[in-house]
């Protein structure tokens, strides 16, 4: 990685106030201030540092670049869209022609017939429209007491109030004392955890079951055969809503628009985010399907979901998102994503007999995990993907390689990581008998 003093903003100038003035997300910023890797320009899969070298961007930043770096359509869209207006709130009455037109055409997308959108500005905003939204469904209906959150070890649901209360990963909870407390998690893939915790607290009191289809922050982690039709059936047995949380698998992450679709899924309430725009402008968005919207929208109803984000359906996010799920459509994507799948998951495998590795996971579209020995030994893998043009990251507890490529990635680059893996792997091994 770019090793630069705290006086260095990544790009060859010198500016010790451009480096530490900015709070960086999720990071430690004594190192931080020290040790900054600048980006500044991009292309299709590729990124490129402050200092001229090319990378190929396996985690796609943070999940989120599906089309590839650098579209001018979208660029164009946006600058049209910002000279006509670039945005006005929704409340009330207010309209943006394109969110409504966005949220049709999300609809005609979704695995939940007659879904209505609330949109927000990313992810955590989604999770937190949700979260509020199930709570309030079961009070308005008259069941209040039905308060209980159920959620998954190792998920992630972001990182507002909400979802920070019902992560799966301890180290994000960590250090805040009590927020929503009245939250359990059960075991990640297993289905009878599901059913005690429910049983423990009482069907009349569980309001919703929080489910990433495939764990994403916390490793990669496939669902078990069967698993996520068990758990939408066991939610409908006992009154409980089944909340999908596809901020990373969305927009053909998996080789279909949603994962709720390749797994048969069809959700009271699902969150998106990330692939929406393929992260050219922050937009989130919370599809709710017919048995919680109509309560509120029922010819003279009284209900008021008293939620709402400056920017919710921003025009300019909103022009965005349309453009881009253009592109996924006309250059067959998430196609593509299917067609890549295969070749992914055989990278991957191929480094699985490896003395470092402890586990591969993925065969589901572009998506995949590998858990090395440590932590230690996992940055120094990363380093050495660095030094070759493959760029990579850390996730679940520190030591597995994040991979969910841009879906205009080439086979070839795909093979052409799992050979730069495998030399970091052997490197990194002799480093470690030779210390």
């Known amino acids: ?41 991009g292309d299709g899969a590729y ?12 985690p796609a930043s943070l999940w989120y670049a599906n089309v590839g770096h650098g579209r001018a359509e979208i660029a164009d869209a946006v600058a049209d869209q910002i000279r006509t207006l670039e945005a006005y709130n929704t409340y009330g009455a207010f309209a943006s022609p394109p969110a409504e037109e966005l949220a049709l055409r999300l609809q005609g997308l979704l695995p939940m017939p007659d879904a209505k959108v609330f949109f927000g ?16 469904y079961w009070g308005a209906v008259g069941y209040p007491e039905k308060r209980v959150i159920l959620s998954r070890e190792n998920c992630y649901h972001g990182l507002h109030l909400f979802g920070t209360s019902v992560a799966g ?52 982690i496939p669902p078990a055969p069967s698993y996520l039709i068990e ?3 066991i939610c409908r ?12 698998t969305g927009f053909g992450r998996t080789g279909e628009w949603f994962a709720a679709g390749r797994y048969g899924l069809e959700p009271d309430l699902m969150t998106m985010a990330k692939g929406i725009t393929s992260g050219y402008l922050p937009l989130g968005a919370t599809a709710i399907g017919r048995k919680v919207w109509e309560p509120f929208w ?19 996010a909103c022009r965005a998102a349309l453009v881009n799920l253009d592109i996924l459509e006309r250059e067959s994507l ?56 493959m760029l990579t990251r850390l996730i679940g507890s520190g030591r597995t390689l994040h991979i969910s490529p841009p879906f205009v990635i080439e086979a070839g680059e795909i093979e052409a990581f799992g050979e730069v893996l495998s030399r970091a792997l052997d490197a990194v091994l002799e480093e470690v008998a030779s210390s």
């Open 1 to 41: 990685m770019n090793e630069l003093d705290s006086e260095s903003n990544g790009t060859g100038e010198r500016d010790s106030q451009a480096v530490t003035a900015l709070w960086h997300p999720q990071a430690n910023m004594s190192k931080v201030k020290k040790s900054l890797t600048s980006w500044v320009a």
């Open 47 to 58: 990124i490129w540092d402050g200092e001229g070298n090319r990378l190929l961007d396996l």
């Open 121 to 136: 500005s990313g992810g955590s905003d989604a999770v937190e429209t949700a979260g509020k939204l199930a709570l309030r």
């Open 169 to 220: 990963i301890e180290a994000n909870r960590s250090g805040y004392g009590p927020l929503f407390t009245e939250v359990d998690l059960v075991a990640t893939n297993e289905i009878d955890s599901l059913r005690a915790a429910i049983r423990r607290h009482g069907a009349d009191r569980v309001a919703a079951f929080f489910c990433e289809p495939v764990v994403g922050g916390g490793g990669v």
């Open 231 to 233: 758990a939408q059936e």
């Open 237 to 248: 047995e006992n009154d409980v809503l089944f909340v999908v949380d596809e901020v990373i």
């Open 298 to 316: 029922e010819d003279d109803s009284q209900l008021l979901f008293r939620h709402g984000l400056t920017y919710s359906g921003h025009h300019t």
């Open 334 to 389: 998430v196609e593509r994503v299917r067609e890549l799948e295969p070749v992914l998951w055989d990278t991957v495998r191929s480094v699985a007999d490896h003395e470092l590795v402890d586990d591969v996971r993925g065969g589901v579209g572009l998506l995949a995990g590998i858990d090395v020995a440590s932590n230690e030994i996992a940055e120094a893998i990363v380093r050495h993907c660095y030094e070759e043009g």
